[in-house]
Protein backbone atom coordinates (compact mmCIF):
# COMPACT_ATOMS: atom_id res chain seq x y z
CA UNK A 1 0.00 0.00 0.00
CA UNK A 2 1.12 3.43 -0.32
CA UNK A 3 1.37 5.31 2.60
CA UNK A 4 1.79 8.83 3.28
CA UNK A 5 2.92 10.98 6.59
CA UNK A 6 2.33 14.67 6.89
CA UNK A 7 4.25 16.13 9.75
CA UNK A 8 7.22 13.97 10.21
CA UNK A 9 7.69 14.12 14.59
CA UNK A 10 7.46 11.56 17.40
CA UNK A 11 4.30 9.54 16.75
CA UNK A 12 4.68 9.78 13.15
CA UNK A 13 8.51 8.16 13.65
CA UNK A 14 6.69 5.50 16.14
CA UNK A 15 4.70 4.35 13.91
CA UNK A 16 6.45 4.01 10.86
CA UNK A 17 9.13 2.15 12.89
CA UNK A 18 6.42 0.14 14.10
CA UNK A 19 4.85 -0.67 10.53
CA UNK A 20 8.45 -1.41 9.20
CA UNK A 21 9.01 -4.06 11.92
CA UNK A 22 5.10 -5.83 10.91
CA UNK A 23 5.54 -5.30 7.13
CA UNK A 24 9.05 -4.70 6.11
CA UNK A 25 9.19 -4.02 2.52
CA UNK A 26 5.45 -4.84 1.76
CA UNK A 27 4.32 -0.43 1.87
CA UNK A 28 6.02 2.44 0.00
CA UNK A 29 5.63 5.52 2.25
CA UNK A 30 6.08 8.60 1.82
CA UNK A 31 6.58 11.31 4.77
CA UNK A 32 6.95 15.02 4.63
CA UNK A 33 10.25 17.15 5.22
CA UNK A 34 9.17 18.67 8.45
CA UNK A 35 11.03 17.57 10.94
CA UNK A 36 13.60 17.65 8.80
CA UNK A 37 16.00 15.30 11.05
CA UNK A 38 13.83 12.88 12.05
CA UNK A 39 12.36 12.37 7.83
CA UNK A 40 15.95 12.44 6.82
CA UNK A 41 17.01 9.13 9.63
CA UNK A 42 13.22 7.30 8.43
CA UNK A 43 14.68 7.64 5.21
CA UNK A 44 18.52 7.02 5.43
CA UNK A 45 17.18 3.69 7.70
CA UNK A 46 14.25 2.19 5.46
CA UNK A 47 14.57 1.44 1.86
CA UNK A 48 10.83 1.90 1.29
CA UNK A 49 10.89 5.04 3.19
CA UNK A 50 10.93 8.10 0.69
CA UNK A 51 11.27 11.99 1.96
CA UNK A 52 8.93 14.30 -0.02
CA UNK A 53 9.29 17.93 -0.68
CA UNK A 54 6.18 19.80 -0.12
CA UNK A 55 2.69 18.03 1.47
CA UNK A 56 0.74 18.23 -1.35
CA UNK A 57 3.84 15.55 -3.01
CA UNK A 58 3.05 13.42 -0.16
CA UNK A 59 -0.76 13.54 -1.07
CA UNK A 60 -0.21 12.56 -4.68
CA UNK A 61 2.03 9.69 -4.09
CA UNK A 62 -0.38 7.94 -0.75
CA UNK A 63 -3.67 6.15 -0.76
CA UNK A 64 -3.92 6.43 3.43
CA UNK A 65 -2.77 10.19 4.34
CA UNK A 66 -1.49 9.73 8.01
CA UNK A 67 -1.67 13.29 9.69
CA UNK A 68 0.63 13.83 12.45
CA UNK A 69 0.69 17.32 13.06
CA UNK A 70 -0.36 19.39 16.11
CA UNK A 71 -3.76 19.95 16.92
CA UNK A 72 -3.18 24.12 16.44
CA UNK A 73 -1.33 23.08 13.08
CA UNK A 74 -3.95 20.56 11.77
CA UNK A 75 -6.64 22.87 10.02
CA UNK A 76 -4.36 24.85 8.11
CA UNK A 77 -2.09 21.94 7.06
CA UNK A 78 -5.81 20.01 5.95
CA UNK A 79 -7.01 23.07 4.12
CA UNK A 80 -4.00 23.48 2.38
CA UNK A 81 -3.83 20.04 0.66
CA UNK A 82 -5.45 18.67 -2.77
CA UNK A 83 -7.20 15.22 -1.40
CA UNK A 84 -7.78 12.96 -4.26
CA UNK A 85 -11.49 11.33 -4.84
CA UNK A 86 -11.61 7.86 -2.68
CA UNK A 87 -8.15 8.80 -0.11
CA UNK A 88 -8.15 7.64 3.21
CA UNK A 89 -7.02 10.17 5.73
CA UNK A 90 -6.21 8.91 9.24
CA UNK A 91 -5.25 11.59 11.58
CA UNK A 92 -3.37 11.59 14.74
CA UNK A 93 -4.55 14.61 15.99
CA UNK A 94 -5.62 15.06 19.59
CA UNK A 95 -8.74 16.17 20.05
CA UNK A 96 -10.06 16.63 16.36
CA UNK A 97 -13.28 14.57 15.77
CA UNK A 98 -14.31 12.52 12.64
CA UNK A 99 -16.87 15.43 11.86
CA UNK A 100 -14.24 18.18 12.16
CA UNK A 101 -11.89 16.22 10.16
CA UNK A 102 -14.28 15.19 7.50
CA UNK A 103 -15.51 18.77 6.98
CA UNK A 104 -12.02 20.07 6.90
CA UNK A 105 -10.97 17.17 4.12
CA UNK A 106 -14.49 17.42 2.06
CA UNK A 107 -16.43 14.61 1.71
CA UNK A 108 -14.75 12.89 -1.25
CA UNK A 109 -12.72 11.31 1.06
CA UNK A 110 -12.53 8.43 3.87
CA UNK A 111 -11.83 9.58 6.96
CA UNK A 112 -10.92 7.91 10.72
CA UNK A 113 -8.74 8.91 13.95
CA UNK A 114 -5.81 6.66 15.34
CA UNK A 115 -4.03 7.18 18.82
CA UNK A 116 -0.94 5.27 18.93
CA UNK A 117 1.15 5.34 21.56
CA UNK A 118 5.46 5.93 21.52
CA UNK A 119 5.71 2.03 22.04
CA UNK A 120 3.58 1.25 18.90
CA UNK A 121 7.78 1.08 17.84
CA UNK A 122 8.11 -1.96 19.46
CA UNK A 123 4.67 -3.18 18.05
CA UNK A 124 3.31 -2.70 21.79
CA UNK A 125 0.64 -0.73 23.76
CA UNK A 126 -2.96 -0.03 22.79
CA UNK A 127 -3.64 1.85 19.15
CA UNK A 128 -7.43 3.05 19.07
CA UNK A 129 -8.99 3.20 15.90
CA UNK A 130 -12.54 5.42 14.92
CA UNK A 131 -14.16 4.34 12.77
CA UNK A 132 -13.08 1.07 12.18
CA UNK A 133 -12.18 1.49 8.53
CA UNK A 134 -11.13 -1.95 7.05
CA UNK A 135 -8.15 -1.18 4.85
CA UNK A 136 -6.54 0.97 7.92
CA UNK A 137 -7.62 -1.59 10.65
CA UNK A 138 -5.99 -4.37 8.93
CA UNK A 139 -2.64 -2.36 8.36
CA UNK A 140 -2.58 -1.60 11.98
CA UNK A 141 -4.36 -4.61 13.96
CA UNK A 142 -0.24 -6.21 14.27
CA UNK A 143 1.02 -2.91 15.56
CA UNK A 144 0.03 -2.94 19.15
CA UNK A 145 -3.15 -4.20 21.10
CA UNK A 146 -6.22 -2.73 19.05
CA UNK A 147 -8.93 -1.12 20.71
CA UNK A 148 -12.47 0.40 18.43
CA UNK A 149 -14.09 2.59 20.49
CA UNK A 150 -17.67 4.13 19.34
CA UNK A 151 -17.56 7.50 19.31
CA UNK A 152 -15.18 10.26 19.52
CA UNK A 153 -16.24 10.68 23.47
CA UNK A 154 -15.22 7.13 24.15
CA UNK A 155 -11.91 7.31 22.45
CA UNK A 156 -11.14 10.76 24.58
CA UNK A 157 -12.17 8.57 27.70
CA UNK A 158 -9.98 5.83 26.53
CA UNK A 159 -6.89 8.58 26.37
CA UNK A 160 -7.28 9.47 29.98
CA UNK A 161 -5.65 6.62 31.08
CA UNK A 162 -2.43 7.38 28.78
CA UNK A 163 -1.87 10.38 31.37
CA UNK A 164 -1.33 7.30 33.56
CA UNK A 165 2.45 7.11 31.73
CA UNK A 166 4.27 9.41 33.59
CA UNK A 167 2.97 8.38 37.00
CA UNK A 168 3.65 5.01 36.17
CA UNK A 169 7.24 5.56 35.94
CA UNK A 170 7.22 7.41 38.78
CA UNK A 171 5.81 4.52 40.65
CA UNK A 172 8.42 2.20 39.40
CA UNK A 173 11.19 4.74 40.74
CA UNK A 174 10.07 4.33 44.77
CA UNK A 175 9.85 0.35 44.04
CA UNK A 176 13.31 0.76 42.42
CA UNK A 177 14.73 3.29 44.92
CA UNK A 178 13.66 1.47 47.68
CA UNK A 179 15.81 -1.44 46.60
CA UNK A 180 18.83 0.49 45.85
CA UNK A 181 18.63 2.04 49.23
CA UNK A 182 19.08 -1.73 50.58
CA UNK A 183 22.14 -2.10 48.15
CA UNK A 184 21.06 -3.91 45.32
CA UNK A 185 22.62 -2.76 42.04
CA UNK A 186 20.05 -0.61 39.75
CA UNK A 187 20.40 -2.88 37.18
CA UNK A 188 18.99 -5.76 39.59
CA UNK A 189 16.29 -3.75 41.04
CA UNK A 190 14.86 -2.21 37.51
CA UNK A 191 14.74 -5.56 36.10
CA UNK A 192 13.09 -7.28 38.56
CA UNK A 193 10.64 -5.34 39.28
CA UNK A 194 9.82 -4.28 35.81
CA UNK A 195 10.05 -7.50 34.85
CA UNK A 196 7.50 -7.97 37.19
CA UNK A 197 5.30 -5.43 36.11
CA UNK A 198 5.48 -6.42 33.13
CA UNK A 199 4.25 -9.92 33.45
CA UNK A 200 1.51 -8.88 35.19
CA UNK A 201 0.00 -7.14 32.88
CA UNK A 202 0.21 -9.55 30.63
CA UNK A 203 -1.61 -11.49 32.79
CA UNK A 204 -4.49 -9.05 33.02
CA UNK A 205 -4.62 -9.28 29.28
CA UNK A 206 -5.32 -12.98 29.33
CA UNK A 207 -7.84 -12.53 32.17
CA UNK A 208 -11.58 -13.03 31.98
CA UNK A 209 -12.53 -9.13 31.53
CA UNK A 210 -15.61 -9.59 33.28
CA UNK A 211 -13.67 -10.99 36.44
CA UNK A 212 -10.68 -8.76 36.61
CA UNK A 213 -11.78 -7.66 40.13
CA UNK A 214 -10.54 -11.04 41.37
CA UNK A 215 -6.59 -10.59 40.40
CA UNK A 216 -5.68 -8.86 43.70
CA UNK A 217 -7.29 -11.65 45.77
CA UNK A 218 -5.61 -14.49 43.17
CA UNK A 219 -2.32 -12.87 44.14
CA UNK A 220 -2.70 -12.83 48.02
CA UNK A 221 -2.17 -15.03 50.41
CA UNK A 222 -3.90 -14.52 54.01
CA UNK A 223 -1.40 -12.66 56.16
CA UNK A 224 0.90 -12.60 53.15
CA UNK A 225 2.91 -9.94 51.82
CA UNK A 226 0.53 -9.08 49.14
CA UNK A 227 -2.52 -8.02 51.59
CA UNK A 228 -0.03 -6.42 54.12
CA UNK A 229 0.69 -3.80 51.29
CA UNK A 230 -2.69 -3.43 49.61
CA UNK A 231 -4.32 -3.37 53.08
CA UNK A 232 -2.25 -0.54 54.13
CA UNK A 233 -2.58 1.46 51.00
CA UNK A 234 -6.54 0.85 51.16
CA UNK A 235 -6.15 2.15 54.69
CA UNK A 236 -3.92 5.41 53.61
CA UNK A 237 -6.94 5.71 50.87
CA UNK A 238 -4.01 5.81 48.56
CA UNK A 239 -6.29 4.01 45.69
CA UNK A 240 -9.28 6.54 45.99
CA UNK A 241 -6.35 8.98 45.27
CA UNK A 242 -5.22 7.62 42.42
CA UNK A 243 -8.72 7.47 40.62
CA UNK A 244 -8.39 11.34 41.63
CA UNK A 245 -5.97 11.49 39.76
CA UNK A 246 -7.80 10.02 36.61
CA UNK A 247 -10.37 13.22 37.27
CA UNK A 248 -7.34 15.51 37.34
CA UNK A 249 -6.19 13.79 33.51
CA UNK A 250 -9.80 14.14 32.40
CA UNK A 251 -10.13 17.94 33.76
CA UNK A 252 -6.78 19.09 32.08
CA UNK A 253 -7.83 17.02 28.70
CA UNK A 254 -10.89 19.31 28.72
CA UNK A 255 -9.46 22.71 29.33
CA UNK A 256 -6.85 21.75 26.66
CA UNK A 257 -9.60 21.21 24.13
CA UNK A 258 -11.59 24.24 25.25
N1 LIG B 1 3.34 11.86 20.94
C1 LIG B 1 2.36 11.01 21.28
O1 LIG B 1 2.54 10.10 22.13
C2 LIG B 1 1.01 11.10 20.61
C3 LIG B 1 0.09 10.07 20.80
C4 LIG B 1 -1.13 10.13 20.15
C5 LIG B 1 -1.46 11.22 19.35
N2 LIG B 1 -0.56 12.22 19.21
C6 LIG B 1 -0.93 13.36 18.33
O2 LIG B 1 -0.04 13.34 17.23
C7 LIG B 1 0.21 14.67 16.78
C8 LIG B 1 1.72 14.86 16.69
O3 LIG B 1 2.29 14.68 17.98
P1 LIG B 1 3.87 14.50 18.14
O4 LIG B 1 4.10 14.19 19.56
O5 LIG B 1 4.37 13.59 17.09
O6 LIG B 1 4.33 16.02 17.86
P2 LIG B 1 5.69 16.54 17.17
O7 LIG B 1 6.80 15.61 17.47
O8 LIG B 1 5.81 17.98 17.53
O9 LIG B 1 5.32 16.41 15.63
C9 LIG B 1 4.61 17.38 14.91
C10 LIG B 1 5.27 17.45 13.57
O10 LIG B 1 4.53 18.28 12.68
C11 LIG B 1 5.48 19.00 11.89
N3 LIG B 1 4.80 20.14 11.27
C12 LIG B 1 4.44 21.30 11.83
N4 LIG B 1 3.84 22.10 10.91
C13 LIG B 1 3.83 21.40 9.76
C14 LIG B 1 3.37 21.68 8.45
N5 LIG B 1 2.76 22.84 8.14
N6 LIG B 1 3.53 20.75 7.49
C15 LIG B 1 4.14 19.56 7.77
N7 LIG B 1 4.60 19.24 9.00
C16 LIG B 1 4.45 20.15 9.97
C17 LIG B 1 6.54 19.38 12.87
O11 LIG B 1 7.71 19.77 12.18
P3 LIG B 1 8.77 20.85 12.80
O12 LIG B 1 9.51 20.10 13.87
O13 LIG B 1 9.61 21.18 11.62
O14 LIG B 1 7.94 21.98 13.32
C18 LIG B 1 6.69 18.07 13.63
O15 LIG B 1 7.55 17.18 12.95
C19 LIG B 1 -0.46 15.60 17.76
O16 LIG B 1 -1.65 16.13 17.19
C20 LIG B 1 -0.79 14.73 18.97
O17 LIG B 1 -2.02 15.11 19.56
C21 LIG B 1 0.67 12.17 19.79
Known amino acids: MRLGFIGTGAISAAVIH????????????????RSAEISQDLAQRYRWVRRAESNQEVVDNSDILFLGVMPQQA???????????????ASFVAGLE?????????????????????PIAQLEGPVMLYPGLGQVRQLIAPLGVLI???SDAAMAALSTASGLMSSFFRLSQEAIGWLEERDLPRTQA???????????????????PAALEALPRAHETPGGINEACREFLEQERWF???????????????????
Open 148 to 150: EPE
Open 190 to 208: RDYVMAMFAALSKTALRHD
Open 18 to 33: GISKAWGDANAIVVSP
Open 98 to 118: VATLQELTGPSVEVCRITPLP
Open 240 to 258: ETFALGMDAIDERARSLSD
Open 75 to 89: TEVLRSLQLREGQIV
